[in-house]
């Protein structure tokens, strides 16, 4: 009982991305991270809500804010550079203000493990999570974001007719979290989307052809 609890623990604090910095900021990216990023700070009050998690560079963080303009949009990413170039991107160069089409915008700098702790009661009409890291090597599995411990976290944070959206190009890692999903009471609603390309999928980095997608629901 007392390992099966550690195995617990463990596994939903082992990291599970890679790199938080990489080359030096920027002066205006040094400056939105110590000046804006603070003021745009997600509330615990935002339920109904859009979460992406591990949204990279932005690209389709932003994407959803324009198609949701009614709705807050949250975005956990722990790489300080990727976080950057979001803020960067949406800002005005010659003023640093946000521009109006992301004012609904919310930006957390890390584990969004630790942003669900604080966010117990929230419920998200959709979750998204667009190539997490596939961790190809076996000994490195562990360290996969969609085990089903998560998964079940997840599903506690989307109610009756809440969504979450994940998208891979990595399908062994496909067919890992369809395995996992049947240690959880989470239903695949369907497997097609049609959404942009990310900065990562461009990249194609798993060298697959296509994403695949679960739209899944309690
Ligand atoms: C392969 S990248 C994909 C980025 C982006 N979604 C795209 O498609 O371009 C996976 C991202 O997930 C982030 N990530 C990994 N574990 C995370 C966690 N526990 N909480 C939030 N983000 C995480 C990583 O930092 C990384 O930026």
Redesign the pocket.
Known sequence: MEKQELKHFDSQNI?????RHGKKLSARKQFLMENLLPKIAPKTDESGAIL??????G??LRELSIRNPDKIIIG????AN?VAALLSAITNESDNNVLNEYKNIRVFN????LLLKDFKNIKFSEIW??????WPKTRHEKRR?LNHEFLNLLSKHIGETGKIII?TDHWEYYDWIIEQLKQTNLKIQTTELDTIK????VKN?AGTTAPKYLILGN
Do not use: S, W
């Open positions: 990291r599970t991305f890679g790199r992406e998690i591990g949204f990279g560079n690209e389709h956990a990413e722990p790489f990727g890390d584990d969004v493990r999570i667009l190539h997490p890291d596939p974001l998208g990310t900065r990562y999928q980095k």
